[in-house]
């Protein structure tokens, strides 16, 4: 695009179907002689040659990473996409506020934030934040749209589950002690309890929903008794 | 064996003769010694032929992931080495399947076509002084001719494929090879023009004195720029893919090719290119002649340290990855940007090259005058 010259777009009106449009008028392309047009364009595949020989000769540029092997060491590019997290503050709560901006945001309703009235202050807070992550585009928008930064996105992708309702996370769960059980504790280990980083999922996720509480596991047609039997 | 293995080193005296030379002098006295080398040839000829194709397809593999910042085959062995092994496997053990309505013979004998244009081509190429299969008077032509006769192949295959895809990229393919074949030949002509000769052996033995392609003053290096361009086109290599671009005709004239079938239009594709290298480096870099400048004895004497097949070895090398390189780097013409560059630019380049080249022969203006 070497040959226009942008400096040069001129604003105009012009009548088109009975109206007037505002035009913006781009010098067209300059042609260049039969003559000068082979060394330009021997200029032009150059410089394209020394692009790609830069990157052929530095291996620091190539982008691929040799995933089960340098699984302990595997590094992530800052914004890489996996999992949405709450974020926590520094005394352990979670920031979300319960507004509801990342629900509306949401393209494909994957977020459902549900509130209730808060017993001491009696303003809104938040109950439960389910991320459904089977219907999840992973395109950031709940967490541009968060006015309080409440939301990340993190960088654990190995999310594979043989039951899709697994992949339903109700990301503000707490899975440690209540919070009257923490109160009883003296102030450190209260402060490490507290700020101990919790997943929506404590321990190895089980594959096919068997094990799980509260998720009753597929019933194949064949398997009726076999599961039953299990359960 | 022993004794005919020791017998062909012998027979590669003084002035090298080619193994159809040898072959012809033995057949009269011992025939069985001629039957022996010119099998041995066929065999060879074949094995270099199919391990050619490993290696070229693993390199491109490796070369293109460097170039677009991936690692390439890593699984398969240490750094994937395997991997073009792996996949010839694969495909000799795929299901051949020909369409329903296809012309049946056609369709069987366009790969056969294809692949053996290459192989012809690959019998003539002076390899080194003591390796080469068959030289002949009129190599140049030959070779023009055989590898307007792969063009053949690729029509076919698209035409008795009845897909319009198909069809639509063999006419592509005839199209594009028909327009640059006449540049490629007219780049041809300035290097016999110098040598005086059209047989490969003569052209490579007359750039004793130094490269075509500097001694005449630039007319070599644009003939030599001319017909890479062309034969970059002719084997349908990236910028002039267009009768397998992807993304319009799903995969071209081999669209309707699997299993054993497609590998050989496969293997054609990489065979052709080192055997566009191979005549680029005969013709334009002396072949088998090692760098040489001038009176400089000492410098001369330092180059002679590899042996003539070395020579040919990494100016192929270096012109393959030339192509690889451009491959890489530069996007697909359109069908009507080709058309323009061969028949507007690298036509009339060819014709006013090949005439200063005349006026060079005609006065003896060459660099390095050397023997003629």
Known sequence: MSNVDFTDVRLSQQSIAGQTVPVALVPRIRTQNYFAQVPSAFKSLWKGMKLTMWYFLHPSTIVTKQYPENRATLKFPERYRANLQLNQDDNGYYMCNGCKACERACPNASIIVKTRKGAVTGKNELDAYVWRMDSCTFCNACVMACPSDALRMGHEFECAVYDRRLLIYTLNRHAGPTGDQVAKLDEETRKQVVLEKRGPYDGPVPLAGEAYPNIRPIVLPGQATEQEDKV | ?372
Not at chain 2, 176 to 190: C, D, G
Not at chain 2, 210 to 239: D, Q
Not at chain 2, 262 to 276: C, D, G, H, P, R
């Open chain 2, 1 to 372: 064996m022993h004794e005919i293995a020791l017998r062909i080193l012998l027979a590669a005296g003084d002035p090298p003769k080619t193994i159809a030379e040898r072959a012809t002098e033995a057949l009269p006295t011992d025939p069985l010694f001629a039957i022996a080398l010119i099998g041995g040839a066929m065999v060879g000829v074949l094995t270099f032929l199919t391990l050619l194709g490993l290696v070229l397809i693993y390199a491109e593999r490796k070369i293109s992931a460097r170039f677009q910042c991936r690692l390439g085959p890593m699984r398969v062995g240490p750094h994937g080495l395997l991997q073009t092994v792996a996949d010839t496997l694969k495909l000799l053990c795929k299901e051949d399947i020909v369409p329903t309505r296809a012309d049946q013979a056609m369709h069987l004998l366009a790969p056969f076509l294809s692949l053996g244009a290459t192989v012809l081509v690959l019998l003539v190429v002076p390899y080194s002084p003591l390796l080469h299969v068959a030289d002949m008077n009129i190599g140049v032509l030959y070779v023009t001719a055989i590898s307007g006769f792969g063009v053949m192949g690729i029509l076919l295959g698209g035409w008795s494929s009845n897909n319009k895809w198909a069809l639509l990229g063999a006419m592509r393919s005839g199209a594009q090879i028909i327009s640059y074949e006449i540049s490629a030949t007219l780049a041809l002509l300035v290097v016999v023009l110098f040598a005086g000769t059209m047989s490969l052996r003569g052209i490579v033995e007359s750039q004793e004195a130094g490269w075509w392609i500097w001694r005449a003053h630039g007319v070599g290096i644009v003939s030599f720029i001319v017909y890479l361009i062309a034969s970059t086109a002719e084997i349908n290599r990236t910028p002039f893919d267009i009768p397998e671009g992807e993304s319009e005709l799903t995969a071209g004239f081999h669209a309707e090719y699997s299993g054993l079938r497609f590998s050989f239009f496969f293997l054609a594709e990489f065979i052709n290119m080192f055997v566009v290298a191979a005549l680029t480096s005969t013709l334009f870099l002396g072949g088998w002649m090692p760098f040489h400048v001038g009176n400089f004895t000492a410098f001369n004497q330092v180059m002679d340290l590899l042996p003539g097949g070395g020579w040919f070895f990494l100016k192929v090398s270096g012109i393959i990855f030339l192509l690889m390189w451009f491959r890489w780097t530069f996007p697909r013409l359109r069908v009507d940007q080709l058309m323009r560059l061969e028949w507007k630019i690298l036509l009339p380049i060819g014709f006013v090259n090949l005439l200063v080249a005349s006026f060079v022969v005609l006065y003896n203006f060459y660099l390095f005058p050397g023997n003629n």
